[in-house]
């Protein structure tokens, strides 16, 4: 099973920016979908957004129009550009892809 590596979290002043990658253990060119979930303090897990083999992409609305997600299979990473970021994006953001979870990023937005 592909391993997940997650990174780029940090703190960020509204309005700023971050992008979050996701690194894979293995080629990530088989892998049909994979994406993003977030996960606020005493909140549910909560969709972001996910790219598909082809190259379709799913985005949540609360995040569309502000987040971008790509892939890149030669690096074997996913990436989560993130713009125009909010306190409620505050969250602990996770991707995932092959029935595999990484371990987590943490994403602070507050001034």
């Known amino acids: 099973q592909v391993q997940l590596v997650e990174s780029g979290g940090g703190l960020v002043q509204p309005g700023g920016s971050l992008r979050l990658s996701c690194a894979a253990s293995?080629?990530?060119?088989?892998?049909?979908?994979m994406g993003w979930y977030r996960q606020a303090p005493g909140k549910q897990r909560e969709y972001v957004a996910s790219?598909?083999?082809?190259?379709?992409?799913n985005y949540a609305d609360s995040v569309k129009g502000r987040f971008t997600i790509s892939r890149n299979n030669a690096e074997n990473t996913v990436y989560l550009q993130m713009n125009s970021l909010k306190p409620e994006d505050t969250a602990v953001y996770s991707c995932?892809?092959?029935?595999?979870w990484g371990q987590g990023t943490q994403v602070i937005v507050s001034s």
């Open positions: 293995r080629s990530i060119s088989s892998i049909y979908r």
């Open positions: 790219i598909i083999r082809d190259g379709r992409i």
């Open positions: 995932f892809g092959d029935s595999a």
